[in-house]
């Protein structure tokens, strides 16, 4: 008759912690390193967008406060900030976790710039195709950051961080 294990017979709970860490490692390492820095870059993507709208909604809503009305171009000039903010914020994360480089900093932040500026100029291409043919904005706009997020990895891991 079999009873519950002795206390003895159980392994310590440091050696199960090694022995699921190792199997989590074991698990990554089969995942080809392309897709999980693929992973990583959208998972820094969207880090990047709650940058955004929390740098853009910050300045907006100052703007009210201070001034009472907000004309157009503060909203215009509130989104230029966010997305450069944002792009410091994802080019800081990228460069730590995703990519681990180690170069120098000026000139691959210039070239992760160029790869965002282009980036942002296909998103506006799709987004406003998508609209042209009567998609809802916010489906235009999600559907625009799917086709460009691999874009904006493809030239940061081929270019922008090489």
């Known amino acids: 008759m079999s009873g ?3 206390a003895d017979d159980s392994p310590p709970v440091g050696s199960l912690r090694r022995q699921g860490r190792r199997a ?3 698990l990554a390492e089969r995942v080809p390193k392309s897709l999980r820095q693929f992973v990583k ?7 990047g967008t709650v940058v955004n709208l929390a740098v853009f909604s910050l300045i907006i809503y100052s703007w009210k406060a201070v001034h009472g009305d907000r004309p157009f171009v503060v909203e ?3 989104s230029g ?3 450069c903010v944002a792009v410091v914020n994802n080019f800081v994360l990228n460069r730590v976790w995703t990519f681990r480089h180690k170069g120098s900093v000026v000139p691959h932040f210039g ?5 965002s500026l282009l980036g942002l100029g296909l ?3 799709v987004f406003s195709g998508l609209r042209s043919l009567g998609v809802e904005a916010h489906l ?4 625009a950051i799917l086709v460009v997020t691999p874009f904006n990895f493809l030239g940061s891991k081929l270019w922008a961080f090489r």
Do not use: H, K
């Open 76 to 78: 215009q000039v509130a």
């Open 4 to 6: 519950p294990p002795a």
């Open 41 to 47: 870059f959208a998972v820094v993507g969207g880090a």
């Open 81 to 83: 900030v966010a997305f």
């Open 111 to 115: 070239r992760f710039f160029v790869v």
């Open 123 to 125: 998103n506006l291409l």
């Open 140 to 143: 235009s706009q999600f559907l």
């Open 24 to 26: 989590a490692r074991s």
